[in-house]
């Protein structure tokens, strides 16, 4: 289960910023998940409830943004309607996943002394 990995390394990260910033405490950490990044958001949550103590982030609430899958041709632009093939409806060509793999600690609010 590698969403222990990925809270492990949420944890450090946000304790690593707390401790430059000289932060006495974490209150939220924003994370974007994409719905192809392979991140259980439920095990991702359970295993965040559980390992973030002791530390900056005890109290700090965990707030996640879902991020859709996103095709678009990297020709043309055309974006990738649901159910569509992988090759672009106008000019042919493969399609690139745009978004929906990530995984981004996109902000963490602290307090600071």
């Known amino acids: 289960m590698h969403e222990l990995t990925i ?6 990260e ?5 401790r430059e910033r000289g932060a006495t405490a ?11 990044s392979g991140v259980e958001i439920a095990a991702l949550e359970s295993a965040y409830a559980t390992f973030r103590y002791p ?18 041709c990297p020709r043309c ?13 106008a000019c042919g060509a493969a399609m ?12 963490i609010e602290m307090e600071v002394a």
């Open 77 to 89: 632009e055309h974006v990738r309607a649901p159910r569509e093939p992988l090759m672009c409806a």
């Open 55 to 72: 530390g900056v982030c005890a109290d700090a609430a965990l707030e996640i943004e879902r991020v859709p899958a996103r095709w678009e």
């Open 26 to 36: 974490i209150r939220r950490l924003a994370l974007k998940i994409g719905e192809l």
């Open 7 to 12: 809270v492990q390394a949420l944890v450090d």
């Open 96 to 107: 690139r996943l745009a978004a929906g793999d990530e995984i981004v600690l996109e902000r």
């Open 14 to 18: 946000a304790e690593r910023h707390a």
